[in-house]
T-cell receptor
Framework: TQLLEQSPQFLSIQEGENLTVYCNSSSVFSSLQWYRQEPGEGPVLLVTVVTGGEVKKLKRLTFQFGDARKDSSLHITAAQPGDTGLYLC?????????????FGKGTHLIIQP | KAGVTQTPRYLIKTRGQQVTLSCSPISGHRSVSWYQQTPGQGLQFLFE???????NKGNFPGRFSGRQFSNSRSEMNVSTLELGDSALYLC???????????FGSGTQLSVL
């Protein structure tokens, strides 16, 4: 069973601060996806990273895929209350198919005004 | 373009009953997958359907089953409900499966 470990599990910070959350595994993934989930809703895809070492920016969010394609990080600059939510990473094995997606348990992020 | 629609949003059942959940994928998406989400276990894969065929199955007992219709709509069924089946059941659709899942809002199932 492939595991994706996310850290920290919980994070509460003040508006305007920066933060980084991590997603680590001992397995190699062909790609990694990040989702954000708000209470009472399904996860929403934020980004997919495919190449080892790849960095993608989405406004104040920066996603990085590790060189060995075993880990990823999400950095948020100047966090805002609207960033509050559960951040999930999901790794895909080569070959596709939904069963190739392994989800981490997520980081619960609270941004206090 | 309409998103993934799941019905019902909330469901309360008692032990031993059965339940059917429905999912309408995004138009043009042929892959539908189902996940169970609980606070303790996170998102766990149930199964994936593609063009009416079950393509992959997670590690759940046979009480959990599903199907997909020719219009790509999907249903999942849980028979002989147990307390531990209480969870948020999420459906996700995609063009080819795996990459870039679009989730519905889920069905919150409570088993009493």
């Amino acid at each position: 069973t492939q595991l994706l470990e996310q850290s920290p599990q919980f994070l509460s910070i003040q508006e305007g601060e920066n933060l980084t959350v991590y997603c680590n595994s001992s397995s190699v993934f062909s790609s990694l996806q990040w989702y954000r989930q708000e209470p009472g809703e399904g996860p929403v895809l934020l980004v997919t990273v495919v190449t080892g070492g790849e960095v993608k920016k989405l406004k104040r969010l920066t996603f990085q895929f590790g060189d060995a394609r075993k880990d990823s990080s999400l950095h948020i600059t100047a966090a805002q209350p609207g960033d509050t939510g559960l951040y999930l990473c999901a790794g895909a094995q080569s070959g596709g198919g939904a069963d190739g997606l392994t989800f981490g348990k997520g980081t619960h992020l609270i941004i206090q005004p | 373009k309409a998103g993934v629609t799941q019905t019902p949003r909330y469901l309360i059942k008692t032990r031993g009953q059965q339940v059917t959940l429905s999912c309408s994928p995004i138009s043009g998406h042929r892959s539908v997958s189902w996940y169970q989400q609980t606070p303790g276990q996170g998102l766990q894969f149930l199964f994936e359907y593609f063009s009416e065929t079950q393509r992959n199955k997670g590690n759940f007992p046979g009480r959990f089953s599903g199907r997909q219709f020719s219009n790509s709509r999907s249903e999942m069924n849980v028979s002989t409900l147990e307390l531990g089946d209480s969870a948020l059941y999420l459906c996700a659709s995609s063009l080819v499966g795996g990459m870039g899942l679009f989730f519905g809002s889920g069905t919150q199932l409570s088993v009493l």
